[in-house]
C-alpha cells in the first residue's frame, strides 16, 4: 500500500505533458463573442452585472438538454451539493452512502451538513459504487444514496433507485438518490435518459479541469421535484425574506458562456470519447495493465483514462510506474481518485472503523496518465509509446528484484 495516496511524479516541474489538464472543455470564438457581448452591455451603470436574464435562459437550456423539469444554477458544484444536501436537514445520525473511491467534496459536503457519511465499495470495473454492497448498507437511518459517475463512466442508477424503494427510512420515506455528475456532464445513462434526468437532484461541476467550464468555476443541479428546486433557488439568494440563504449566484459573464460551451458538449465530448477509445486500442496489447471499459452512446466520457496495474505491483511498483513515466518520458498522471479516508484527515476520523478493502486495493493500482482530445496525433502517440515503455521497464525491474 503506498505511503502517500495522493502519490504525484517526482519531477513534475519538468514534464512535457502535465499530471492533468488544466482546462477540459475549450474555448472557441463564439465564447470570446459571448464574453465582449456581455462586457460591452454591461458596461453601462444602468445595467450592470445583474445576472436574471443570462442567467435564467442557461438553466432554461440545461433543463431542456438534460430533459429535467428544473435547473438551477451556483457557483459551483461543491456549493451545489452542500445546498442539495442542506435542504434534507440531516440529523445526527442521518446516514448518507457513498462510495470510498471518491473526490473529496462530496464527502465533505455531506460532513459539513451534518449527515454521518457511510462509505462503501466501487464496482471492480466501473469503480463507481456498487449496489450490491450499497444494499449491505442500507439501514433505517439511511436519508440519501449519493452515486457518483466517477471519471465519466455513468452509473446505472436504477438497481439504487429500486433499493431506495425497498428501504423507507420511518420518518422521511425512501432515501432519494443524489447523483454527482461533476465528471459526466453530456452523458447517457444505460437506459438510454441523459444524465440528469433520472434520480432526486443531479450535480454537476463546471470547474477549469470539467468537460464543460464556466470562467473555471460553476456548478448546476437539475431535478424533478418542484419544492427542491424551489428551495434551492432561495438558498443561493439569501433566503427571500422568510428562510435562511446565502449568495451563491452564477455570474452573467459565466451564464454566458455556458450557453456557448452547452451548445458544443456534444462536439466536445465526442472528440474526448474518440481520443480515449483510440488510447485503449493503442494500449491493448499490453498485458500488465487493466484498461478502461470501452462503452458507447455516452456512457462512458473518459473524464480519465483511468488504468490499473497488476495486483502485484499495488502502491510501490505503481508509483514507480508513474515515476517512470515522468522521468524518462515526460508524461504526467495522477492518483484520480485515492480512497478518501486514506488521504483526507476530517474524512477519516468521521469514519473511523470504517475499512473499504476492495477499494483500498483497486486505489493502490490505479493511476491516470494525462488525457486531453487537444493533445495532438503526434503527442498523443508519443503518451501511448510512454505508457508502453514505461510499463514494460517497471515490469522488468520487478521481475529480476
Known amino acids: ?25 475549450w474555448y472557441t470564438e463564439a465564447e470570446h463573442e459571448a464574453i465582449r457581448e456581455v462586457v460591452a452591455a454591461s458596461d453601462d451603470w444602468r445595467t450592470g452585472w445583474r445576472p436574471a436574464e443570462y442567467v435564467g435562459t442557461f438553466e432554461d437550456a440545461f433543463a431542456a438538454h438534460t430533459a429535467a423539469r428544473h435547473a438551477v444554477a451556483f457557483n459551483s458544484g461543491g456549493t451545489a451539493l452542500e445546498m442539495v444536501l442542506r435542504y434534507l436537514q440531516l440529523l445526527p445520525g442521518d446516514e448518507v452512502i457513498s462510495c470510498a473511491i471518491n473526490f473529496v467534496g462530496p464527502h465533505i459536503a455531506v460532513i459539513g451538513q451534518g449527515g454521518s457519511l457511510v462509505l462503501g465499495e466501487p464496482d471492480p470495473v466501473t469503480l463507481n459504487l456498487d449496489p450490491v454492497d450499497t444494499e449491505r ?29 425497498r428501504y423507507p427510512h420511518p420518518l422521511h420515506g425512501p432515501p432519494v438518490v443524489i447523483v454527482d455528475a461533476a465528471r459526466a456532464c453530456g452523458g447517457r445513462t444505460p437506459t438510454g435518459a441523459a444524465v440528469g434526468a433520472e434520480g432526486w437532484a443531479t450535480v454537476f461541476s463546471f470547474e477549469s479541469k470539467k468537460l464543460m467550464t464556466t470562467f473555471g468555476q460553476g456548478g448546476m443541479v437539475t431535478t424533478n421535484d418542484p419544492l427542491l428546486a424551489d428551495r434551492l433557488r432561495l438558498l443561493r439568494t ?25 451548445s458544443r458538449l456534444e462536439e466536445m465530448n465526442l472528440a474526448r470519447i474518440n481520443r480515449a477509445h483510440s488510447r485503449t486500442q493503442a494500449l491493448s496489447d499490453v498485458g500488465e495493465l487493466t484498461l478502461p471499459p470501452t462503452l458507447h452512446r455516452g456512457q462512458h466520457l473518459y473524464y480519465r483514462h483511468s488504468l490499473l496495474v497488476p495486483t502485484a505491483w499495488a502502491g510501490t511498483a505503481r508509483d514507480e510506474l508513474m515515476n517512470v513515466l515522468a522521468s524518462q518520458y515526460g508524461v504526467g498522471s495522477i492518483i484520480s481518485d485515492p480512497v478518501t ?61
Open 137 to 165: 448498507l442500507l439501514s433505517q437511518r439511511t436519508r440519501a444514496i449519493l452515486v457518483t459517475h466517477w471519471n465519466g463512466a455513468v452509473a446505472d442508477l436504477r438497481p439504487f433507485l429500486d433499493l431506495a424503494s
Open 341 to 401: 479516508y486514506l488521504g483526507h484527515d476530517l474524512i477519516r476520523e468521521h469514519t473511523d472503523g470504517q475499512h473499504c478493502p476492495r477499494a483500498e486495493k483497486l486505489a493502490a493500482r490505479l493511476l491516470c496518465p494525462v488525457l486531453h482530445p487537444r493533445i495532438t496525433p503526434e503527442d498523443e502517440i508519443a503518451i501511448c509509446d510512454a505508457i508502453r515503455r514505461a510499463t514494460a521497464d517497471v515490469a522488468h525491474t520487478n521481475l529480476t528484484v
Open 238 to 262: 439569501y433566503g427571500g425574506r422568510e428562510q435562511w440563504g446565502t449568495t451563491q449566484m452564477l455570474s452573467k459573464i459565466q451564464a454566458a458562456v455556458g450557453l456557448v460551451q452547452l
Open 1 to 25: 500500500m503506498p505511503t502517500n495516496p495522493c502519490t504525484v511524479p517526482t519531477v513534475a516541474a519538468d514534464l512535457r505533458w502535465p499530471v492533468e489538464p488544466a482546462q477540459g472543455g
